[in-house]
């Protein structure tokens, strides 16, 4: 199983990036995919998932300004994020749970927001 991220790069802050992640080499479904994220000494957290049947959970930080989607022919999650602010900078991972396999992580992309 492999994951392919792209989309990453620096922006200034009110910008729009977008970012992609497909996962080759399934053998069983997918269930959830999702994007997290890892600023410099903080944590990695969960900024949006999207369930197989289309249900999405955000983070509070993001909603309203990312939109998380997903094209089940192409086994491949989106990050629509709009209106970016500085606190967004961040390495920004993909993440697939397959069934029966259990979760992938994404190699990451870094996002960049100048001020």
């Known amino acids: 199983v492999q994951l392919v991220e792209s989309g990453g790069g620096l922006v200034q802050a009110g910008g729009s990036l977008r970012l992609s992640c497909a996962t080759s080499g399934i053998i069983f479904s997918i269930n959830a995919m999702g994007w997290y994220r890892q600023a410099p000494g903080n944590q990695r957290e969960l900024v949006a998932l999207?369930?197989?049947?289309?249900?999405?959970n955000y983070a509070d930080s993001v909603k309203g300004r990312f939109t998380i989607s997903r094209d089940n022919a192409k086994n491949t999650v989106y990050l629509q994020m709009n209106s970016l602010k500085p606190e967004d900078t961040a390495v920004y991972y993909c993440?697939?749970?397959?069934?029966?396999?259990?979760?992938?992580w994404g190699q990451g992309t870094q996002v960049t927001v100048s001020s």
């Open positions: 993440n697939t749970q397959i069934a029966r396999l259990g979760d992938y």
């Open positions: 999207i369930t197989n049947g289309g249900s999405t």
